[in-house]
């Protein structure tokens, strides 16, 4: 029988078994895989700019469960008891007060190669990605935005750097993210057969006419054509999951979403992203996202006049009453999105936000000020104890969260970044 085929389509039977039931494949299902727990998800959201440090942060002196939100965060009043407020990170080799994203999940030195001005590491979203891509159509999602230089967001694609550190693109805006996710490719299959086919052709070639030339090269050049090949690795790596999912339909998502339209920018844009990631999660087409959110074009879509960076520097007065508006407006934004990971159920009756972990934050403080990133951990994926306002030591390294994430999430790595262990206090 067709659907039968299509069940046992993969090398592995049990491939990717908790998105069937959103294709419509819960007959076929064993008793073992109906009781089989849903998989965990990272999403790691960041924007950049920074925040107003005056009324976003909660009280210092207000450290356990007894804490008032402040006005920034006022709107995720309601999800209090399942959400953690952090202070008192920072990576140690920020130096660049521009770049909200760029280092955010590395937490890498850009002067680490000896002679080069700008290097970096893998993010944590691929580091999560390598274990949990393995059976989605996508490995991992990258959503962006068009504005990203004036958002603050420093170099990079998005917020994923792969294990060279190099960047990894991303989609940056609602329509090509829609339609990477969900739209039918009207190709026919032989046809984007054939077009993998002649991308392997051309790769092949590429790998033979660069093994000609290593001969004679001096330590540094075959430096650089080793990093060349993994590259072609990389594009094979990629290449060889489209094949595995060529002849498979896009899975849909239990809550229907409509194409974007096209001219939508800022709040609305941030709002669609968000519905069109839980769709995502919803479909099982992958396990880890990104967001480097927009800012520029958001406070624009709120009515100010003024740039993302002129509002970074703010002062009392007209500057302050954006910041502040965009604080709350980006608050009232995931607030929303948790509504809808607790509202979207899975087969076992538990919810997307049970088997989720969400970070939210930035890079940059606010104005010029590196330490003390703004961060708020939520969803129930990565084990930790939620309801709370809790404050590190300064200067604590912000990639002790993420390997505390990572680890509660069931990927296990002993360090990430300048990790120097992880955040016990958050367990629980």
């Not at 965060?73 to 007060?97: C, M, S, W, Y």
């Not at 992203?273 to 396990?287: E, N």
């Not at 000020?369 to 306002?389: E, F, M, Q, W």
Request: hydrophobic share 35%; with cysteine.
């Amino acid at each position: 029988m067709k659907t039968r085929r299509h069940f046992l389509r993969s090398t592995s039977a049990l491939i990717a078994l908790p998105a069937l039931e959103s294709l419509g494949f819960r007959r076929f299902a064993t008793a073992a895989s109906q009781t089989a727990p849903p998989p965990k998800r990272m999403i790691f959201l960041g924007f950049g700019w920074g925040v107003t440090k005056e009324s976003w942060y909660p009280d210092e002196t207000t450290i356990g469960t007894g804490y008032e939100l402040p006005k920034g965060l006022a709107p995720l009043k309601r999800h209090q008891k399942d959400l953690t407020v952090i202070q008192g990170l920072a990576n140690q080799f920020n130096n660049e007060a521009h770049w909200g994203s760029t280092f955010y999940l590395t937490g890498a030195n850009r002067y680490a190669e000896p002679g080069q001005s700008f290097s970096n590491t893998i993010s944590a979203d691929q580091v999560a990605a390598e274990q949990f891509g393995k059976d989605t159509r996508f490995t991992s999602l990258q959503l962006g935005c068009e504005d990203a230089e004036t958002s603050g967001h420093g170099p990079g694609l998005s917020l994923a750097w792969n294990r060279q550190g190099k960047p990894v693109a991303g989609l940056n805006n609602p329509v090509t993210a829609y339609h990477r996710l969900f739209a039918d490719d009207g190709t026919p299959l032989e046809q984007r057969q054939a077009m993998l086919k002649d991308q392997r052709s051309i790769l092949d070639t590429v790998l033979t006419d660069a093994e000609s030339v290593k001969r004679g090269l001096t330590k540094t050049d075959v430096d650089k054509l080793d990093e060349y090949y993994q590259s072609i690795r990389d594009i094979e790596t990629r290449l060889s999951k489209e094949e595995q999912w060529l002849d498979v339909p896009k899975a849909k998502p239990k809550d229907p979403v409509e194409e974007p339209p096209s001219e939508v920018e800022g709040f609305e844009e941030v709002k669609i992203m968000y519905d069109l990631m839980v769709a995502a999660l919803q479909a099982d087409a992958t396990r880890v996202l990104t967001y480097r959110q927009p800012v520029d074009s958001f406070i624009r879509s709120l009515g100010a006049t003024i740039t993302g960076h002129n509002m970074s520097h703010y002062q009392p007065g007209m500057r302050m009453e954006v910041s502040e508006m965009r604080d709350r407006k980006q608050s009232e934004l995931l607030a929303g999105l948790i509504d809808k990971l607790k509202a979207s159920k899975e087969p076992d009756g538990s919810s997307l936000f049970d088997h989720v972990c969400l970070s939210y934050g930035s890079n940059i403080q606010s104005i010029h000020y590196l330490d003390n990133c703004p961060t708020v951990i939520t969803g129930g994926g990565a084990g930790v104890k939620h309801g709370r306002h809790l404050v590190m030591p300064a200067k604590t390294p912000l990639c002790n969260l993420w390997l505390t994430l990572l680890n509660g999430s069931g990927v296990e790595v002993e360090s990430h970044g300048d990790s120097t262990g992880t955040l016990d206090e958050l367990m629980a």
